[in-house]
């Protein structure tokens, strides 16, 4: 079952994936949840799992649903109410009423700094070979701003264990690639694509992706929603204070 909203290119669908957020500001409750049907007045849900946020979610409370879809992320207002149907609590959301599409270019400029080792991995990768301290200037839900020690040229692939990815539970290290390179007063920049789950396996016959544990199922769909999620509410932060 599915259910098609206007302006949307692919449906919602039974066992997708969404966020519930309770507010708008930095102080929302944050919960995550799937669709289990499409009833007569809404969507039915599985009880909501609490992320984090002060704002706790309510009977009857309107809230935000988003959802990553595989061109950008939509935002839908609506109500949740609970039910209780011969003993078994219901959680209901109210038919989604579009608000916005956020491309994934908009997280492309989130200030946010965090430490990053990286090393350049290409065919005569070795264990031994050596790891740059280096830092972020902006994260998105795709890519980061990386400061770099010496010169990574345009299209190199980078092994990078990120600091930030370890407080959020995304699994390190994982693979990027640079997609254009910069100087701002003699510092250089090279801006990074992370490489998702689903692209790595494009790039085993050129690189050794065995010999690293765990990195071809690095960086999955649900890494990049917890990055994806974070971004968003940093957005939130910094636009309270004036900085967006």
């Known amino acids: 079952m599915q259910l098609s909203i206007p302006k949307i290119p692919e449906p919602l669908i039974v066992w997708e994936k969404i966020e519930i957020l309770t507010s708008d500001d930095i102080n929302a ?10 009833v007569e007045d809404g969507m039915e849900i599985t009880k909501p799992e ?25 935002h839908f207002r609506s109500t949740i109410h609970k039910k209780n149907v011969d003993g078994i609590e219901r959680y209901v959301l109210s038919h989604p009423v579009f608000v916005r599409r956020i491309q994934r270019r908009e997280f492309a400029r989130v200030v946010y700094s965090t430490p990053v080792e990286y090393t ?27 400061e770099t020690k010496d010169f ?6 980078l092994l990078m264990k990120i600091q930030l990815f370890e407080e959020l539970d995304i699994c390190l290290p994982v693979l990027g690639q640079s997609h254009r390179t910069l100087l701002d007063n003699q510092t ?50 910094q636009r309270k204070k004036g900085l967006l």
């Open 29 to 38: 409750g944050v919960y995550t949840a799937r669709i289990e049907d499409f």
């Open 50 to 74: 609490i992320l984090k946020g002060e704002v706790l979610l309510r009977d009857n409370c309107n809230v935000i649903i988003s959802v990553t879809k595989s061109d950008a992320i939509y």
């Open 120 to 146: 350049l991995f290409h065919k005569m990768y070795k264990e031994n070979q050596e790891w740059h301290r280096s830092y972020s200037w902006d994260i998105s839900g795709s890519g980061l701003l990386l």
């Open 152 to 157: 990574v040229k345009q299209d190199s692939i």
């Open 188 to 237: 250089r920049l090279s801006g990074v694509a992370l490489i998702p789950t689903h692209e790595i396996s494009g790039y085993e016959n050129n690189l050794p992706i065995g010999m690293i544990k765990g990195l071809s199922n690095s960086f999955s769909t649900t890494d990049q929603e917890k990055l994806i999620s974070f971004v968003f509410n940093q957005q939130i932060e």
